[in-house]
């Protein structure tokens, strides 16, 4: 079943601007962590948030989380046209760990140049 | 030097056919998976892997089968394909200690099932 689920679906901005996007899952979780897929390429690893975080910074990359909310987000600031891809969340579930971490759909983003 | 890499890219056949898609790693991680994301970008968990040994299969018909001869390495072979196995199939592999952190993704095979 699909665990995290990521929103908007679709995102363009213009350059420079600050891109967010947000991500549901169901239930407890060990942490949650966010991918980049570039058009044709495998996922590349962002960034990884632990349960008992609330707010982790990497470079232009911010992550939120919410437990009680169960969501998550990620901003991404002063975009650049490099920054088109679409993004994943992937929540660790609590039972199963990394061994059955879930996607969603991704949020494609666009960078306006 | 590429760290999870899958051959072939491409790979069109038609239905019915058998087909096999090989992976391999040189992180030195214990742990494997197979994925397939479909036309919707949706991600899906086939199989995980840890030390050789099948921990997770998400209910994929055994049409499917994969084999890791050893932690290195992770195939899938197809038997029977059908129109809808039409999708990209990614590789991964993680750290198996503790069971948590990040993934490293291959590059994707596309089969395409005429």
């Known amino acids: 079943s699909q665990q995290g689920e990521e929103d908007p679906q679709a995102l363009s901005i213009q350059e420079g601007e600050n891109a967010t996007m947000n991500c549901s899952y169901k239930t407890s979780i060990n942490n949650l962590q966010w991918y980049r897929q570039n058009s044709g390429r495998g996922l590349v690893h962002l960034i990884l948030i632990r349960s008992n975080e609330r707010e982790k910074h990497s470079g232009r990359l911010r992550v939120t989380l919410d437990t009680s909310k169960k969501s998550s987000s990620l901003l991404i600031t002063a975009s650049r046209a490099a920054d088109t891809a679409s993004y994943f969340c992937a929540p660790e579930l609590s039972n199963f760990g990394n061994e059955k971490l879930t996607f969603g759909t991704g949020t494609r983003l666009t960078i306006i140049p | 030097d590429t760290a999870v890499s899958q051959t072939p890219k491409y790979l069109v056949t038609q239905m019915g056919n058998d087909k096999s898609i090989k992976c391999e790693q040189n992180?030195?991680?214990?742990?494997m998976y197979w994925y397939k994301q479909d036309s919707k970008k949706f991600l899906k968990i086939m199989f995980s892997y840890n030390n050789k040994e099948l921990i997770i299969n998400e209910t994929v018909p055994n049409r499917f089968s994969p084999k890791s001869p050893d932690k290195a390495h992770l195939n899938l072979h197809i038997n029977s394909l059908e129109l809808g196995d039409s999708a990209v199939y990614f590789c991964?592999?993680?750290?198996?200690?503790?069971?948590?952190?990040?993934?490293?993704f291959g590059e994707g095979s596309r089969l395409t099932v005429l």
């Open positions: 991964a592999s993680s750290h198996g200690t503790g069971r948590t952190g990040e993934l490293f």
């Open positions: 992180l030195g991680h214990d742990t």
